[in-house]
Each structure stands twice: as structure tokens, then as C-alpha cells.
């Protein structure tokens, strides 16, 4: 049985998680928009898996009979100046939602509720990867720069990355692992 705090704590995170996969469907248009196909694809995808972290936490506030409450929510930024501020936003949106968990892993562990504890460290593993992930793509958009075709060179990077992340989820359902 969770706290009442932790259910409100754990009921933002699921609204904060639809948030960011409307902001990077919102992203991935603005891309398609600007004929970046790669980016779009990649955000799209990436829109996806919010959706997915959304319905983890989702299941696990319906186990333990506490009512989810999904909230109505600001519409994220459509407009941008370039795809160098966009990622910018998108790895200062990560180090974000990086606070948030670790704000419910300090509530975990002080109240203590060692069953969502140990639920949340999934999450803390995954905002590594995520930040991990738009840190690398901020540095191959300073190395190969946008100037003329650099560009071009940037998306194509990018679709690579929709590419391997597609290969990993067919990976890890074949294997039959939770995604
Ligand atoms: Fe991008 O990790 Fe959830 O929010």
C-alpha cells in the first residue's frame, strides 16, 4: 500500500511522461516539417517510448489500488530556431525528469516504501541512457556542424540512431523482455 504522498508524486510522474511524448511528437513534426526525415523518425519513436515509461508506472499505481488521475496539460513548445536548440531543449527536458525521479527515489527510500524503491530503479537507469543518448547527439551536431550540408550529415546520424533503437525493441520482444 502506497502513501498518499507517494501516489500524488507517482501520479505527476505519469503526467509529466505524457508530457514529454507530446513534446517530442510535437518535435518530430516540426522535423518532418523541415524535411529532417531522420530526426522526425527518431523523436516519433522516441514519443513512443514516453508512452511507454506513461504505462509502467501506470500498471504499477493500478496494482497496488490506488486511482490514476490523468490531468489535462500545457501544449509544449511547436516552434524552434534551429535543430541545435531543439536537442538543446530536449537535454535540458531529460536532466528534468533525471530530478523528478530522483526526488521520488529520495522520497522512496526516507518514508520508507521499499517496493516502489525498488520499482524506480528502472527509471533511474533508463535517464542515464536518455541522457546519455541526446548528450551524443548535441556532440555529433557540434563536430559535424549545420553549416551547408553538415545538415544533412546530422539527420542521416539520427535516422541511424532510429535505426539501432527499432533493432533493440524487435530484440528485446523476440527475447520476450518487458520493453
Ligand atoms: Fe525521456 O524519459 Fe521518460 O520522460
Redesign the pocket.
Known amino acids: 500500500m502506497l502513501s498518499p504522498a507517494m501516489i500524488d508524486r507517482l501520479n505527476e510522474q505519469i503526467n509529466?511522461?505524457i508530457y514529454?511524448s507530446h513534446l517530442y511528437l510535437q518535435m518530430s513534426s516540426w522535423c518532418a516539417h523541415k524535411a529532417l526525415e531522420g530526426s522526425a523518425l527518431f523523436l516519433g519513436q522516441?514519443a513512443d517510448?514516453?508512452m511507454m515509461?506513461m504505462r509502467r508506472l501506470l500498471g504499477y499505481l493500478n496494482e497496488t489500488g490506488a486511482l490514476v488521475i490523468i490531468k489535462g496539460m500545457e501544449a509544449p513548445p511547436s516552434d524552434f530556431n534551429s535543430l541545435t536548440e531543439m536537442f538543446e531543449k530536449i537535454y535540458s527536458?531529460?536532466q528534468l525528469?533525471t530530478s523528478k525521479i530522483n526526488d521520488l527515489v529520495h522520497l522512496a527510500n526516507t518514508e520508507p516504501d521499499y517496493s516502489t524503491l525498488q520499482f524506480l530503479q528502472w527509471?533511474v537507469a533508463?535517464?542515464h541512457q536518455?541522457e546519455f543518448l541526446f548528450k551524443s547527439v548535441l556532440d555529433k551536431i557540434k563536430l559535424i556542424g549545420t553549416e551547408g550540408q553538415g545538415l544533412f550529415f546530422i539527420d542521416q546520424e539520427i535516422a541511424k540512431l532510429a535505426a539501432n533503437s527499432t533493432a533493440l525493441e524487435t530484440t528485446t520482444m523476440n527475447a520476450g523482455g518487458a520493453a
Open positions: 509529466l511522461e514529454s522516441h517510448e514516453e515509461h527536458h531529460e525528469v527509471y533508463e535517464q536518455e
